[in-house]
Nanobody
């Protein structure tokens, strides 16, 4: 069993900052891709940022320059530092991890989601 637990969401004013954390635990051989998606009401889920075990990073154009993704491989934890937040960043943020378990089976796991609300 593999579980992802998220934390760090909340309500902030425009221009503020939040830091999201997501820790993967369980029968993990390695966590290769880790990252974050978000979904606002009535909109499709979109990729926010992703990072490989080796440190290669991709960002959505809408967050480039404002958000920073990082990870701690020893702790199987991924972080998302969100600065200069805008009302359009309001969404439920879901972390994910592409996990190889100890039987060498690869599967994508999702966190429970954490609400980020940015007020004007």
């Amino acid at each position: 069993q593999v579980q992802l637990v998220e934390s760090g969401g909340g309500l902030v004013q425009a221009g503020g900052s939040l830091r999201l954390s997501c820790a993967a635990s369980g029968s993990i051989f390695s966590a290769n891709f880790m990252g974050w998606h978000r979904q606002a009401p009535g909109k499709q889920r979109e990729l926010v940022a992703a990072i490989t075990r080796g440190g290669s990073i991709n960002y959505a154009d809408s967050v480039t320059g404002r958000f920073t993704i990082s990870r701690d491989n020893a702790k199987n934890t991924v972080y998302l530092q969100m600065n200069s937040l805008k009302p359009e960043d309001t969404a439920v943020y879901y972390c994910y991890a592409d996990v190889v378990d100890q039987r060498r089976v690869t599967r994508k796991y999702w966190g429970q989601g954490t609400q980020v609300t940015v007020s004007s």
